[in-house]
């Protein structure tokens, strides 16, 4: 999980570990997918563009229920 102040989940990972990963190396033909925090989009996609890799789209995550409504929990992602 990212480090993010405030948050229940909070975790080790931050922009300049990202900065560090030689994504250029390991998918130089490829795509990269990577779940990011609202709070680290603007940063990570600078940070992959100086790898050279560009935004293609953000893709939304629903978790459903077996009866077909939304999940809840308390999580900052899930409400």
């Not at 033909?29 to 603007?42: A, P, T």
Request: aromatic residues 12%; glycine residues 4%; contains cysteine.
């Amino acid at each position: 999980p990212w480090a993010i102040d405030d948050s229940p989940d909070a975790g080790q990972v931050t922009v300049d570990a990202i900065r560090k990963i030689p994504f250029h190396k390991l998918a130089p033909y490829g795509f990269v997918f990577m779940w990011v925090e609202k709070e680290n989009l603007s940063a990570v996609c600078d940070a992959m563009m100086d790898q050279r890799f560009i935004y293609v789209e953000n893709m939304t995550w629903v978790q459903m229920m077996p009866n077909n409504t939304i999940a809840g929990a308390k999580a900052r992602y899930l409400r």
